[in-house]
């Protein structure tokens, strides 16, 4: 396979995070949960969570962290991995099938500021429903509720 087929193949592959923030501690867990939507400076403005192609060489565990960390200026040190979500979504993207994982972690500090790339114009802390308002596909609002869903089962085991 060359290169260049061998890129075509990988693009089509993206990972990302969903990150959540908990704002405080509230007996109702959906209250305090806001989701991380970043705007897009090209195209149709789409709001997503951070996330981006796979690089050659890469696993798609390492991808995701790279692009939330390139995207959103959240590292590694930033997040705590939520064990147990991950989520795959596929469609066609100009006729050709796409694959996107998110897994899904907490900003541990959740008053740490984001720091946008180039490719994203805003971002937003979002509730769940205003989240899936933002995200338009079907698929990425299935994500977001799985996610909170997900949340709200941790919760209820402590």
């Given at each position: 396979m060359?290169m ?15 990150v ?10 959906q ?55 991950l ?5 066609e ?15 541990r ?7 946008l ?26 994500t ?15």
């Open positions: 060359s260049s087929v061998l890129q075509e193949v990988m693009a089509l592959r993206a990972c990302g995070f969903i959540f923030r908990r704002l405080s501690q509230s007996s109702v867990p209250h305090n949960i806001e989701y991380l939507l970043l705007q897009t400076s090209y195209g149709k403005h789409h709001w997503t969570p951070p996330k981006g192609h796979v690089d050659p060489g890469e696993d798609d565990f390492t991808t995701a962290l790279r692009e939330t960390q390139e995207e959103a200026g959240l590292g590694e040190e930033h997040l705590q991995v939520v064990h147990g979500f989520q795959e979504l596929c469609y993207v100009r006729g050709r099938p796409k694959t996107v994982l998110y897994w899904l972690a907490e900003l500090d959740p008053k740490m500021a984001v720091t790339s180039e490719e994203h114009q805003d971002y937003r802390w979002a509730k769940l429903e205003e989240a899936c308002s933002l995200a338009q596909y079907k698929d990425l609002q299935n977001l509720r799985a996610a909170q869903q997900h949340l709200d089962a941790e919760q209820g085991k402590h």
